[in-house]
Nanobody
């Protein structure tokens, strides 16, 4: 079992940056694939980025590729999402998730954090 807690959200102007963190409890963190998803009001939860347990392979949604970077530190049980060149359309609640395989499908992840709000003003 793993529990996830996100932090780092906030209000930022367009073009700015934020770094989200997700700290996991449990000794099996390093065995999980980690993903970041986001959900805007009235919309479905969408995949943003994912990273395998070694950190050697990552996957990004086209909408964030080149602007967002996902990394993980297994010694700290933490996964990060560095978000640069933020746009108003990036405004959403951002969730981290843990699962067995790298996927862009929310249902493939069995563990979720509570989410952190990111708001980008124009």
């Amino acid at each position: 079992q793993v529990q996830l807690v996100e932090s780092g959200g906030g209000l930022v102007q367009a073009g700015g940056s934020l770094r989200l963190s997700c700290v996991a409890s449990g000794r099996t963190f390093s065995s999980y694939v980690m993903g970041w998803f986001r959900q805007a009001p009235g919309k479905e939860r969408d995949f943003a980025a994912g990273i395998i347990w070694t950190g050697e392979s990552t996957w990004y949604a086209d909408s964030v590729k080149g602007r967002f970077t996902i990394t993980r530190d297994n010694a700290k049980n933490t996964v990060y999402l560095q978000m640069n060149s933020l746009k108003p359309e990036d405004t959403a609640v951002y969730y981290c998730a843990a699962g067995p395989v790298l996927s862009d499908v929310p249902g493939r992840y069995g563990h979720w954090g509570q989410g952190t709000q990111v708001t980008v003003s124009s």
